[in-house]
């Protein structure tokens, strides 16, 4: 257990619907990142915060998803309109403000779109 | 080309052996480098990171780096069956305000009883 939480662990949706997840990092880590994997390949970067401040987001974040931190503390994921393709683990990372800046990664939540 | 190439595997050592893991970057200023475990369903999580070139160790584990030929490996001495899992390497890019980690697609280890 990295101290990264997220939640729901699983989630199974009907195409057209809107889901969020949540990440709640550890406490003293100031960086949060979003991350999606599919099945045989590495996870991808959606999203970066740093405290409270949406940093940068990859081009892989299309119009229908949105992230949160708006306390620089827990964030939110959503999708709106999921579609098939959404399938996947969206994976929350968090780091603090060392030189290191290594990356610790929670549990993961599962998408299904069906 | 992929930005960081792993062979996929499967791998597949006897038990007290030495994994090897290769692992080629494209981005020739990244500064840092990762190696994770990922077991089946499972989310990453760190072995190791190494950032000067040569090498190091932590127990089972010693993580290689040479940046002049852009190649990162990790051995796993002693290879144990609880160590079959996938082994995700991963770099961070020289630039840009987000310390984003690019991963490979993975080595899938199996350590044969």
């Known amino acids: 257990d990295t101290g990264v939480s997220q939640n729901p662990r699983h989630k199974i949706t009907k195409r057209g619907q809107n889901v969020t997840f949540r990440c709640d990092p550890i406490s003293e880590h100031n960086r949060l990142y979003w991350y999606r994997q599919t099945l045989g390949q590495g996870p991808e970067f959606l999203t970066y915060?740093?405290?409270?401040?949406?940093?940068?987001k990859s081009r892989l974040l299309s119009d229908r998803f949105s992230a949160e931190r708006p306390k620089g503390s827990f964030s939110t994921l959503e999708i709106q309109r999921t579609e098939q393709g959404d399938s996947a683990m969206y994976l929350c990372a968090t780091s603090d403000r060392g030189s290191t800046d290594t990356q610790y990664f929670g549990p993961g939540t599962r998408l299904t779109v069906l | 080309q992929k930005e960081v190439e792993q062979n996929s595997g499967p791998l597949s050592v006897p038990e007290g052996a030495i994994a090897s893991l290769n692992c080629t970057y494209s981005?020739?200023?990244?500064?840092?480098f990762f190696w994770y475990r990922q077991y089946s369903g499972k989310s990453p999580e760190l072995i190791m990171f190494?950032?000067?070139?040569g090498d190091k160790e932590d127990g089972r584990f010693t993580a290689q780096l040479n940046k002049a030929s852009q190649y990162v490996s990790l051995l796993i001495r002693d290879s144990q069956p609880s160590d079959s899992a996938t082994y995700l390497c991963?770099?961070?890019?020289?630039?840009?305000?987000?310390?984003?980690?690019?991963f490979g697609s993975g080595t899938q280890l199996t350590v044969l009883p």
């Open positions: 991963a770099v961070n890019p020289s630039s840009g305000s987000a310390r984003q980690l690019t």
């Open positions: 981005d020739r200023g990244s500064q840092s």
């Open positions: 915060f740093q405290n409270e401040a949406q940093l940068e």
């Open positions: 190494i950032y000067s070139n």
